[in-house]
């Protein structure tokens, strides 16, 4: 089981606004490490979303947003479209496992 | 444009050697970190382990003993082997490159930023 939890699931119609967010701890997010959040389609190669807390990678919409604070991150999602429907992932690193750690995963469904 | 793409065996028996590579084209695998990462069925993603051109090597402590990640600048190329693997090593293999610094600022830890598409590897008999 990983040490970033993420809701299993998060759904929204479209034009809506979704938040996913990771809990950590005082060994990976309340450490300061930064946290990076991956969109990931069945299929297909996962794609960097943000990086460094709250940059987004060239080409990627700024309907994506990211913010952290204390041991938790969230990502935010605005005007939600069909094609955001995928898996997503937050990333950081935890001391104690001396690991990078991925998220729990957050499946998000555009009804 | 930077494009990583993974090659090896789809199907590994139980306690022998997983072996994958990782090319790189449109660029130089030089002064770049490069990591695999792995997805096994139903899961989330792992981070397995990272090398820098250098070849120094970072490890996921879970995997390290059975673990070995090596960059052949030559041939811009990166490779994985696992060993003595078992079921649980079943999952669709990633490469990446690592984001670590840009004109602005580094970052800790580094970004997985370009993926290949990924391989499967099924563990069976």
């Known amino acids: 089981q990983s040490v970033l939890t993420q809701p299993p699931s998060v759904s929204g119609a479209p034009g809506q606004r979704v938040t996913i967010s990771c809990t950590g701890s005082?060994?990976?997010?309340?450490?300061?490490?930064?946290i990076h959040w991956y969109q990931h389609l069945p299929g297909a190669a996962p794609r960097l979303l943000i990086y460094?807390?709250?940059n987004r990678p060239s080409g990627v919409p700024d309907r994506f947003s990211g913010s952290k604070s204390g041991t938790s991150a969230s990502l935010a999602i605005t005007g939600l479209q069909a094609e955001d429907e995928a898996d997503y992932y937050c990333?950081?690193?935890?001391?104690?496992?001396?690991?990078?750690?991925f998220g729990t995963g957050t499946k998000v469904t555009v009804l | 444009q930077v494009q990583l793409q993974e090659s090896g065996p789809g199907l590994v028996k139980p306690s022998e050697t997983l072996s994958l590579t990782c090319t790189v084209s449109?660029?130089?695998?030089?002064?770049?970190?490069w990591s695999w990462i792995r997805q096994s069925p139903g899961k989330g993603l792992e981070w397995i382990g990272s090398?820098?051109?250098?070849?120094?090597?970072f490890y996921n402590p879970s995997l390290e003993s059975r673990l070995t990640i090596s960059v052949a600048m030559t041939s811009n190329e990166f490779s994985l082997r696992l060993s003595s693997v078992t079921a649980a090593d079943t999952a669709v293999y990633y490469c990446?490159?690592?984001?670590?610094?840009?004109?602005?600022?580094?970052?800790?830890?580094?970004?997985?930023?370009?993926w290949g598409q990924g391989t499967m590897v099924a563990v069976s008999s």
């Open positions: 090398v820098y051109y250098s070849g120094t090597t």
């Open positions: 005082g060994s990976n997010i309340g450490a300061d490490y930064g």
């Open positions: 449109g660029g130089s695998i030089s002064r770049y970190y």
């Open positions: 460094g807390d709250t």
């Open positions: 990446a490159r690592d984001l670590y610094c840009t004109s602005v600022t580094c970052y800790n830890p580094r970004a997985f930023e370009i």
């Open positions: 990333q950081s690193y935890d001391r104690s496992l001396s690991s990078y750690v």
